[in-house]
């Protein structure tokens, strides 16, 4: 029997609302401490697969803005998700932004509704918030995450 993709996104759904009212702590990633928008999806991650996956954790709050970097977010996404479209994107996939043109993508949500998304911003606790124009101009990737299986 294969894994149930309606399974995973809602296991990812039900364990993003927990996060919701977790403050802004960059490079965090713990529940109700504190985290950033990577340590967001890490800690969903870990809630739903029994790890949180290896990253650098030392990064800098400007490192996308530096030149050479490439799109390690993109990449690391790639490398354990399966790439979307916009069309095809439901609730429970990962959303990642890119806010200026020619810099790295670098800001992640939950797709949570047509119109809405989870995510931890600066200055701001984990939070549901509607995904406007604003945001979906700045969508540089859309990933399902990986089947719920055991073997992440």
């Not at 709050?61 to 399966?82: F, I, K, T, V, Y």
């Not at 911003?121 to 719920?148: K, N």
Request: contains cysteine; glycine residues 10%; charged residues 20%.
């Amino acid at each position: 029997m294969s894994p149930d993709p309606d399974a995973t996104r809602s296991a990812i759904l039900s364990a993003a609302r927990r996060w919701i009212g977790t403050p802004y702590r960059h490079q965090g990633c713990r529940r109700g401490v504190g985290c950033d928008c990577l340590g967001l999806i890490a800690g969903i991650w870990g809630e739903v697969y029994g790890a949180i996956p290896a990253y650098d954790r030392t990064y800098s709050a400007d490192w996308a803005e530096s030149a050479g970097r490439g799109e390690p977010l993109l990449a690391a996404c790639r490398a354990r998700c399966a790439a979307m479209s916009l069309q095809t994107m439901r609730p429970g996939d990962l959303l990642v932004f890119r806010f200026t043109p020619l810099v790295a993508a670098k800001h992640l949500a939950i797709l949570t509704g047509a119109q809405t998304m989870i995510h931890a911003r600066e200055r701001h606790a984990v939070c549901e918030t509607a995904l406007t124009a604003w945001w979906r101009r700045r969508i540089a990737g859309v990933f399902a995450f990986p089947p719920i299986d055991g073997n992440q």
